[in-house]
């Protein structure tokens, strides 16, 4: 089959959102969700069609030339290689998966037309991204993913915090974007070429502190679209979207792009241990900071959401541990998890009646179909990483990495790690004791669940729990399928005794048991949230709004306030005025003249006539 | 000539200036209207000095005219004044200012 | 040297009547003054050899022009009428003085007559010269001003007329 055949992989979810838009509002309600829904799956099938062709090298293929000057070209072109099989395979499902969610989800919304296009926009920018041959590509694919984000959370834009929630998460990234940027074009300016295999291949000609620098860029523009420190702010406002908008973007997909990006440029970043050693910093600081406030939120989805900033910090720690395979292991299970818990939390707010405050539910393991439950406990172990779960290996993997690693320091980053894994669990089973445990606490009545935001849960849940076997390592006897497949590009090989390895695994057993004893010690029974300076602090997310808000957003405004009146108004508007001003004044002085008065004229008349004998009388004496 | 030619200038631009000042300064239209006959004399006073001096009958002929002109120029502006008597009420130039800008 | 002499003398007189003309408040006395300027005006033409303009301006500008400027003044009403019909120093002694001069200079110009004994050396038109010369040479000027009267009268006549009196039925 001919490779350009690839680029429907993208392509048909691009051309079902232009026809979703175009037409959607006009073809009944269901053709408009089944062109959404079969955009993606056909891209999915299609990705398992074409498993073959990522074997070995991958493959190439090219639609055309985007860029064409003078000592550039850049091609339209992907590249179809294991690491992007993989992930392409992952986004697509769980793409589909959500997308069929959504149906159910949003059955009642007007404006189907523009989610779908939205949504299926979306899946061709992330698409775009994971495919990538050149990071021109990625970078139109990096856009594109922080624009649907931007549509997706605003998407009820009539209420105004939404709108706002929308524009913080559009600014925070492009920030990292610049950086993003200033990479891309200091790298082609270093290598004459966009192309990421080339620019991989050519990694080791780079000066060691212009790849210090590189990587500091790329980590800082990874951060802003994984919500990382220190661009962070926005993901947990950005669940003012509707709750498949966020278990699609925020949980599996944009968030993880920036591992995506810094997996991909791997040989680049991984020749400075400075940039490595950031890397880790920035993931392990950011997955601590994630985990304390997610043990104060009072929402739902904010809990969730400060859970996914925390595991993308596992998976910046993976890349930074050296573990390529490590951190796609758990992009992959955490995907599936955390769909599956923003699914189900969604479900949880449709049965709470939209209440979103966790301590207004409660007792919904009695109140609410059994399904429900039994899908968001599933989600929950693998988030605390009880032994045995897909969360459990993955994390398992990332914590050996890291213990494993040469530099004593990463020592510290695992110790940061452990107590995040505690923490992990503390809070992921203190949403369940407070959701489902006891009695309900506000008798609302229930709404009617639809079917179809029940089943997608299970796929979701057995993949979650089952997924393990992805990159099962030899110890528990699987053959690290995963790390194989990667082949070449799996990162560091790590090489652990036996020993380590089991004490690693049990140590994380303690924690995550530890952690649910905790959370069952202090949830299980009905105890009000806590409202000490603490908990208000960690609620306020250790106050970063405030700081950012400080430091940026004020200095910024005094400044376009010191450029707009001070400036504008006072120096060009005034001058212009100012002038005009001075002509009107000169008018209305000259207007003085003109009194309609006979005795004015015949004295302008004589003052003439003297003027012209003085002239007369100048000529005569000359 | 029983005085220089000059001095019959002389007296004929002193008696310009004082009707010109009259015109000038006074806001009485008759007022003004004087100043003007005292002009227009002031330059018969000149036509007939210099037909003295030239000794030609043309600058008395000229004075003639110029009587004559006055007149009707005198007939016209009297009935003007008499006009604006009775549409404004007032003689004092000032209050004209219809033009005003 | 008489003649010089009665000039400056009546120069002086002309200047002072009019600048006492310019500077009343009162236009009835303006008008007084002026007429006794034209008096002074008028013996300087004879004086100059131009007895016609002499008594043209006699008789046409101090006794047509400055009397149908009287006539407007007192039909407007326009002179504050006195109260009384004392008249005190400073009124009448300006008037009198001048009054005086230009009688003592008419009565000089008529006992020496100048013109007669300066014949010859100063210009001197007669009207005959003069009206030869004004039909002769300037016939047509004279017709134009003829026709400018006309007008002059026409206009007079149409710009004065009272509306008011004529839409009432009464005759203008």
């Known amino acids: ?622 | 000539m029983i005085v220089p030619f000059a001095h019959i200038l002389l007296f004929a631009a002193a008696l310009f200036v004082m009707g010109l000042g009259c015109v000038l300064a006074r806001r009485n239209l008759i007022m003004i209207l004087i100043g003007v006959e005292i002009m227009l004399n002031a330059a018969a006073v000149a036509l007939v000095g210099g037909s003295a001096y030239w000794r030609q009958v043309d600058g008395q002929v000229f004075v003639v005219f110029l009587m004559a002109m006055t007149s009707a120029e005198v007939a016209i502006s009297l009935a003007m004044v008499v006009y604006l008597r009775r549409r404004k009420g007032t003689l004092v130039a000032d209050d004209f200012d219809g033009m005003r800008g | 040297m008489v003649a010089s002499a009665v000039f400056y003398l009546l120069a002086a007189a002309t200047l002072t009547a009019t600048l006492l003309c310019v500077t009343r408040n009162n236009p009835v006395h303006a008008v007084i003054y002026l007429v006794h300027a034209f008096f002074d005006l008028a013996l300087i033409f004879y004086l100059l050899g131009a007895p016609l303009v002499a008594a043209w301006e006699m008789i046409i500008y101090a006794g047509a022009i400055m009397v149908l400027v009287l006539f407007i003044i007192m039909m407007l009403e326009l002179a504050p009428g006195g109260k009384t019909l004392t008249v005190d120093r400073q009124r009448w002694l300006p008037v009198v003085l001048l009054s005086l001069v230009t009688l003592g200079c008419t009565v000089v110009l008529i006992i020496l007559d100048p013109a007669a004994a300066a014949s010859g050396a100063a210009y001197h038109a007669t009207p005959r010269d003069f009206g030869t010369a004004l039909f002769d040479r300037y016939a047509l000027a004279v017709q134009v001003v003829s026709f400018q009267l006309l007008f002059a009268a026409v206009g007079a006549y149409y710009v004065g007329k009272d509306e008011s009196r004529e839409r009432r039925g009464e005759s203008p």
């Open chain 1, 1 to 622: 089959m001919n490779q350009s055949l690839l680029f429907l992989i993208p392509l048909l979810p691009l051309v079902c959102a232009v026809l979703i838009m175009l037409f959607g509002m006009r073809l009944p309600r269901l053709v408009t969700e089944t062109l959404a829904v079969s955009g993606v799956v056909a891209a999915f099938l299609l990705t398992i069609l074409f498993w073959g062709y990522a074997d070995g090298e991958g493959t190439r293929a090219s639609l055309g030339t985007w860029l064409a000057a003078v000592g550039v070209e850049i091609p339209f072109a992907l590249y179809f290689d294991a690491l992007a099989a993989t992930m392409t395979l992952m986004v697509t499902g769980v793409a589909t998966l959500i997308h069929l969610y959504a149906v159910g989800y949003m059955h009642e919304e007007a404006d189907y037309a523009r989610f779908f296009g939205l949504l299926n926009l979306f899946v061709f920018a992330m698409l775009a991204i994971v495919l990538a041959d050149n990071l021109l590509v990625l970078f139109l694919g990096w856009e594109g993913v922080g624009l649907c984000s931007y549509g997706l959370i605003g998407f009820w834009y009539q209420k105004a915090e939404n709108a706002n929630a929308g524009t913080k998460a559009f600014l925070v990234t492009r920030v990292g974007d610049v950086f993003l940027a200033a990479a891309l074009l200091w790298l082609f300016a270093l290598t004459g070429t966009l192309t990421i295999s080339t620019i991989n291949a050519q990694a080791s000609t780079i000066s060691p502190e212009v790849v210090i620098a590189l990587t500091l860029l790329l980590l800082l523009g990874a951060c802003g679209k994984s919500a990382q420190l220190p661009l962070m702010t926005w993901l947990a406002d950005a669940m003012a979207g509707p709750t498949p908008v966020s278990a699609l973007i925020h949980a599996a997909t944009m968030v993880t792009a920036g591992v995506y990006l810094l997996c991909r440029l791997f040989p680049l970043i991984s020749l400075s241990s400075v940039g490595m050693l950031a890397i880790t910093a920035v993931g392990a600081l950011t997955a601590l900071y994630a985990a304390t406030c997610a043990l104060a939120q009072r929402e739902i989805k904010r809990v969730l959401a400060y859970s996914t900033m925390s595991q993308v910090g596992f998976m910046f720690m993976a890349v930074g541990a050296g573990s390529v395979a490590g951190a796609m292991f758990h992009l992959i299970t955490h995907a599936f998890f955390k769909a599956l818990l923003f699914m189900a939390a969604g479900c949880v707010i449709h049965l709470a009646g939209n209440e979103n405050d966790l301590f207004r539910m409660g007792g919904l393991a009695k109140r609410g179909p059994r399904d429900v439950f039994w899908a968001f406990l599933a989600g929950a172990v693998c988030l605390a990483g009880l032994p045995l779960t897909g969360g459990f290996f993955s994390k398992d993997g990332i914590l050996l990495a890291l213990f494993s690693h040469a530099d004593p320091v990463y020592q510290l980053f695992w110790g940061i790690g452990a107590l995040t894994a505690l923490l992990t669990a503390v809070y992921t089973f203190r949403l369940v004791y407070l959701v489902f445990a006891g009695e309900p606490r506000e008798h609302s009545h229930s709404h009617e669940l639809p079917g179809l935001m029940r089943w997608p849960l299970w796929p979701l849940a057995l993949l979650g729990l089952g997924g393990g076997l992805i990159n099962l390592p030899p110890l528990f006897g699987g053959h690290e399928w995963l790390s194989h497949r990667l082949g070449a590009l799996a990162g560091r090989e790590i090489v652990a005794a036996h020993g380590t390895e089991w004490l690693l695994a049990g140590l994380a057993t303690v924690l995550a048991a530890l952690g649910w004893l905790v959370a069952r010690w202090r949830y299980g029974r009905f105890a009000p949230p806590r409202d000490n300076r603490v908990s208000r602090f960690l609620l306020r997310g250790w106050g970063a709004d405030a700081a950012v808000d400080l430091l940026v957003v004020r200095p910024f405004t005094a400044m376009a306030r010191f450029c707009f009146i001070g400036c504008d108004r006072a120096l060009v508007d005034a001058t212009l005025d100012g002038l005009a001003r001075q002509t009107t004044a000169c008018g209305e002085r000259l207007r003085a003249v003109t009194t309609g008065r006979v005795s004015t004229y015949l004295a302008a008349f004589v003052w003439g006539f003297l003027i012209i004998l003085g002239g007369f009388l100048l000529a005569l004496v000359r």
